[in-house]
């Protein structure tokens, strides 16, 4: 079946512009996350949705961050007033929302702020 | 703390030859863990993952982990190498102190270079 889809794959920005990501998790998976991967980095946490509501945004660095999931089905990651410092891969994944449950990930959105 | 250590940042070996992938962790409670492998520009693909019972797991394409309760380590063994397996390989843990949300805390991978 498909897996997670995450659009744009690329994505250029200026510095202080608006942004928007999209996650397509699988179908059926209650669970959604969005973690950032640094360059040399492991992936680190930003926000977990269970359906439509972000059980967990304790990740989020700042309030320029913010997801939504209003079907619990599709989520955007959106960040206001990008800086340098955004740029980083944006990945998303989901699950059956079990505990233990292993997350498939998307191939992610490589976000550029220049 | 939370925390999962890769020690190795680079790991070489022959083709034909088992391999190891290092991980450490440090959690409070019984630990779930994770293997996931990253190719160049794409996702992380599930490995395998240790949740309770049997400390030898067994998952995709030949690999498999050994839990060590003692040494807190979760290492990453295939028997013999292949060429194909060059990427980069990360260790997870769920982070307990979140309660039920399952979010993962990565190391900081370790890539894999198999030669011919």
Do not use: M
């Amino acid at each position: 079946g498909a897996g997670v889809s995450q659009t744009p794959s690329n994505k250029v920005t200026e510095k202080g512009k608006y942004v928007e990501l999209r996650c397509d998790p699988i179908s059926g998976h209650t669970a959604l996350y969005w973690y950032r991967q640094s360059l040399g980095q492991g992936p680190e946490f930003l926000i977990y949705f269970q359906g439509t509501g972000a059980a967990d945004d304790s990740g989020l660095p700042n309030d320029r961050f913010f997801a939504v999931r209003p079907e619990g089905s599709v989520s955007t990651l959106k960040i206001q007033r990008t800086e340098r410092g955004d740029s980083a891969v944006y990945l998303c994944a989901s699950s059956l929302g079990r505990t233990g449950g292993e997350q498939y990930f998307g191939p992610g959105t490589r976000l550029t702020v220049t | 703390a939370q925390s999962v250590a890769q020690p190795e940042d680079q790991v070489n070996v022959a083709e034909g030859n088992p391999l190891t992938v290092k991980c450490t962790y440090s959690v409070s409670g019984n630990p779930y863990l994770f293997w996931y492998v990253q190719y160049p520009n794409r996702g992380l693909q599930f490995l395998l993952k240790y949740i309770t019972g049997d400390n030898l797991v067994k998952g995709s394409y030949g690999f498999e982990a050994e839990f060590n309760k003692s040494q807190t380590s979760f290492h990453l063994k295939k028997p013999s190498a292949l060429v194909s397996d060059s990427a980069l390989y990360f260790c997870a843990v769920r982070d307990v102190r979140s309660g039920n949300t399952g979010k993962l805390i990565f190391g900081q991978g370790t890539t894999l270079q198999v030669k011919p």
